[in-house]
Nanobody, 122 residues
Framework: QLQLVESGGGLVQAGGSLRLSCAAS????????MGWFRQAPGKEREFVAAIRWSGDTTYYTDSVKGRFTISRDNAKNTVYLQMNSLKPEDTAVYYCAEGPFGYKDYRTFDSWGQGTQVTVSS
C-alpha cells in the first residue's frame, strides 16, 4: 500500500507563499495520478489540484488557478504544491492522495496522508 506524508504547512500572511510536499513510499508511485485536497473546519473536503502520472497534465479548482502549481518528481517519489498569493480563505488542512486522473471527488481517491495545516492570516 502507498504511504503518503505531507509537509510544508505553516502560518503565513495574506499574499505570502508556501510549498507543500507529499512524500510517497511503499510501492510504485509513478503509475498513479496524484491530487491535493483541503478541508477547513466544518466544511467538506474539497479538491485543489491534480497531476497525471507523467506530470505533463494538471488541473485545478477555479479558486486557485493562477496562484497554485502542482508538480511531481517521480524519481523522488514526491508531489509538490506551490501556493502563491495566499488568501485567508485558503486556510485548511491540506492532504495529498492518489486517484484516477480527471476526477475531483475526494471519494474516488485513496491512500490519504495525515495532512498539513496551512493558516493564512489577514
Amino acid at each position: 500500500q502507498l504511504q503518503l506524508v505531507e509537509s510544508g504547512g505553516g502560518l503565513v500572511q495574506a499574499g505570502g507563499s508556501l510549498r507543500l510536499s507529499c512524500a510517497a513510499s511503499g510501492r510504485t508511485f509513478s503509475n498513479y495520478a496524484m491530487g491535493w485536497f483541503r478541508q477547513a473546519p466544518g466544511k467538506e473536503r474539497e479538491f485543489v489540484a491534480a497531476i497525471r502520472w507523467s506530470g505533463d497534465t494538471t488541473y485545478y479548482t477555479d479558486s486557485v488557478k493562477g496562484r497554485f502549481t502542482i508538480s511531481r518528481d517521480n524519481a523522488k517519489n514526491t508531489v509538490y504544491l506551490q501556493m502563491n498569493s495566499l488568501k485567508p480563505e485558503d486556510t485548511a488542512v491540506y492532504y495529498c492522495a492518489e486517484g484516477p486522473f480527471g476526477y475531483k471527488d475526494y471519494r474516488t481517491f485513496d491512500s490519504w496522508g495525515q495532512g498539513t495545516q496551512v493558516t493564512v492570516s489577514s
